[in-house]
């Protein structure tokens, strides 16, 4: 009687498994893919800013001067990703196809990208640029 009713309990999850799948398939959640990606980018972002551009800071002694140039720049970025989950949260997917959100997804993401992967090289550039007039 234990293992019937067992049996019944996991066709009935099978069966409403199986109806999510079909109904996830059919909507993308493109709010929480632009989330995944600020999250990611932010990620690489503050790696790149630690170990690539802290290399480039010489700093004579202990100063903490470095480390508190990293906080602002992490912090720059920051309203950028929100700017763009925030638009994303907020689009109405009702007005838009399906194919037209992926283009507009698939722009947003190359400039989230740019934005992560190419201003860490544009600040080491501005250090070495003071550096050199100093």
């Given at each position: 009687m234990v293992a019937a009713a067992s049996r019944k309990s996991v066709s009935k999850q099978a069966t409403n498994g199986a109806n999510e799948d079909v109904q996830s398939t059919h909507m993308v959640r493109w709010d929480k893919k632009m989330s995944n990606n600020c999250a990611?980018?932010?990620?690489?972002?503050?790696?790149?800013?630690?170990?690539?551009?802290?290399?480039?800071?010489?700093?004579?002694?202990?100063?903490?001067?470095?480390?508190?140039?990293?906080?602002?720049?992490?912090?720059?970025?920051?309203?950028?990703?929100r700017k763009f989950e925030k638009r994303w949260e907020n689009m109405d997917t009702a007005s838009f196809s399906e194919q037209s959100l992926a283009a507009r997804f698939r722009t947003d993401q190359i400039t989230l990208w740019i934005l992560a992967l190419g201003l860490p090289f544009l600040f080491v550039g501005l250090i070495k640029a003071v550096g050199s007039i100093l």
């Open positions: 990611a980018a932010l990620l690489v972002y503050t790696l790149m800013q630690i170990f690539f551009v802290l290399s480039f800071i010489n700093s004579k002694g202990m100063s903490i001067a470095p480390y508190f140039g990293l906080v602002l720049l992490v912090a720059i970025i920051i309203p950028f990703c």
